[in-house]
T-cell receptor, first 116, second 114 residues
Framework: AQKITQTQPGMFVQEKEAVTLDCTYDTSDPSYGLFWYKQPSSGEMIFLIYQGSYDQQNATEGRYSLNFQKARKSANLVISASQLGDSAMYFCAMREDNTNAGKSTFGDGTTLTVKP | KAGVTQTPRYLIKTRGQQVTLSCSPISGHRSVSWYQQTPGQGLQFLFEYFSETQRNKGNFPGRFSGRQFSNSRSEMNVSTLELGDSALYLC?????????????FGPGTRLTVT
């Protein structure tokens, strides 16, 4: 069964510094996708970045990058140049193969607080 | 392009009642998934509908049901509400034409059962 583990319930970072949010996953399926979402206090989940299991390069989207280490089954999110608006809950999620495109398993989340 | 919309945004119901939540996906998206988010259990997958058919189902009792209409709008129903059903219910849509199948979430419906 697929499982996502986020071991950091809360993280603090100084504004303009970089921060890494950890995520490890477990799956027996060779084809899967990994996602990161941001959830502000308003509740809406915002898609940030995606990494496919067969992608050779780490995904990047603006200030977000995903440090994908397949052998270690980790998919850490790196946020560069943190901003106050980055304060939110961050979720790592996984779906196993395209036939389960609409079914994602989420980790417990990490609450990020950016300090001015 | 309009995002995913969910109605109502807030709902208060009494134990034993039933409730229907609605979700309108992004135009062109045919997959609609529902998730329940609670402080204790986190985000849990309820079910997914694709082209009016339930394609995936999570581990929830039969009191939780859903359907999808021909215009891809989806509804989920919870019958015989229990206090533990109090949660944020999130709907997400995705497009099979997308390489990553990323899901776009709505703002959620916050259900309180008293």
């Amino acid at each position: 069964a697929q499982k996502i583990t986020q071991t950091q319930p809360g993280m603090f970072v100084q504004e303009k510094e970089a921060v890494t949010l950890d995520c490890t996953y477990d799956t027996s399926d060779p084809s899967y996708g990994l996602f990161w979402y941001k959830q502000p206090s308003s509740g809406e989940m915002i898609f940030l970045i995606y990494q496919g299991s067969y992608d050779q390069q780490n995904a990047t989207e603006g200030r977000y990058s995903l440090n994908f280490q397949k052998a270690r089954k980790s998919a850490n999110l790196v946020i560069s140049a943190s901003q106050l608006g980055d304060s939110a809950m961050y979720f790592c999620a996984m779906r196993e193969d395209n036939t389960n495109a609409g079914k994602s398993t989420f980790g417990d989340g990490t609450t990020l607080t950016v300090k001015p | 392009k309009a995002g995913v919309t969910q109605t109502p945004r807030y709902l208060i119901k009494t134990r034993g009642q039933q409730v229907t939540l609605s979700c309108s996906p992004i135009s062109g998206h045919r997959s609609v998934s529902w998730y329940q988010q609670t402080p204790g259990q986190g985000l849990q997958f309820l079910f997914e509908y694709f082209s009016e058919t339930q394609r995936n189902k999570g581990n929830f009792p039969g009191r939780f049901s859903g359907r999808q209409f021909s215009n891809s709008r989806s509804e989920m129903n919870v019958s015989t509400l229990e206090l533990g059903d109090s949660a944020l219910y999130l709907c997400a849509s995705s497009s099979p034409g997308s390489n990553s199948y990323e899901q776009y979430f709505g703002p959620g419906t916050r259900l309180t059962v008293t």
